[in-house]
T-cell receptor, first 114, second 109 residues
Framework: ETGVTQSPTHLIKTRGQQVTLRCSSQ?????VSWYQQALGQGPQFIFQ???????GRGNFPPRFSGLQFPNYSSELNVNALELDDSALYLC?????????????FGPGTRLTVL | GENVEQHPSTLSVQEGDSAVIKCTYS??????FPWYKQELGKGPQLIID?????GEKKDQRIAVTLNKTAKHFSLHITETQPEDSAVYFC????????FGTGTRLQVFP
């Protein structure tokens, strides 16, 4: 069974730029959720994708957008980067058919905005 | 809005002692309560979870209790070992997963 993978592991961007982060789901999972984890904080829910459609969103502005592909892999796109976007970005995969939201996390992408 | 409070923020124990971390949630619709362990430079790892129709669950040295009336749930680690040192997060899930602020556990040999 293959776990959740993310790429790249680290990324440095400047304010105003755009970034794309990638995630491959755990084998057999059909749902991907994205989280932002600031230093010393718990993960904050950005949004979830199920069968290529957004299936719930947290309190993040529209410049945070995502995609899910037919193979259930996913991308997180952030436009017009701000300094406060510096964080660890985590994706988690799950099987939405289950009644409970058991999620398995990848190692994360560390984004630094200068 | 939905909120999960977690205490303490840091916890230091001697190897072999027990550690207890407590969380309180606000959304009465929450029905799933996982606990995650996060080591430096890694993503959160699910260590145990409990569902709303169960009051207690145990897995070797780890146990979790849930009081739905009081909206409290707790993680208990017995016979702690140095490799238990990490940051632990509780979370509560209704339609989305809401995390606590984390507890840094240090186990001293």
């Amino acid at each position: 069974e293959t776990g959740v993978t993310q790429s790249p592991t680290h990324l440095i961007k400047t304010r105003g730029q755009q970034v794309t982060l990638r995630c491959s789901s755990q084998s057999g999972h059909n749902t991907v959720s994205w989280y932002q984890q600031a230093l010393g904080q718990g993960p904050q829910f950005i949004f979830q994708y199920y069968r290529e459609e957004e299936n719930g969103r947290g309190n993040f502005p529209p410049r945070f957008s995502g995609l899910q592909f037919p193979n259930y892999s996913s991308e997180l796109n952030v436009n017009a980067l701000e300094l406060d976007d510096s964080a660890l970005y985590l994706c988690a995969s799950s099987l939405l058919a289950l009644a409970y939201n058991e999620q398995f996390f990848g190692p994360g992408t560390r984004l630094t905005v200068l | 809005g939905e909120n999960v409070e977690q205490h303490p923020s840091t916890l230091s124990v001697q190897e072999g002692d027990s550690a207890v971390i407590k969380c309180t949630y606000s959304d009465s619709a929450s029905n799933y309560f996982p606990w995650y362990k996060q080591e430096l430079g890694k993503g959160p790892q699910l260590i145990i979870d409990i569902r709303s129709n169960v009051g207690e669950k145990k897995d070797q040295r780890i146990a979790v209790t849930l009081n739905k009336t009081a909206k409290h749930f707790s993680l208990h680690i017995t016979e702690t070992q140095p490799e238990d040192s990490a940051v632990y997060f509780c979370a509560a899930s209704g339609d989305k997963l809401i995390f606590g602020t984390g507890t840094r556990l240090q186990v001293f040999p």
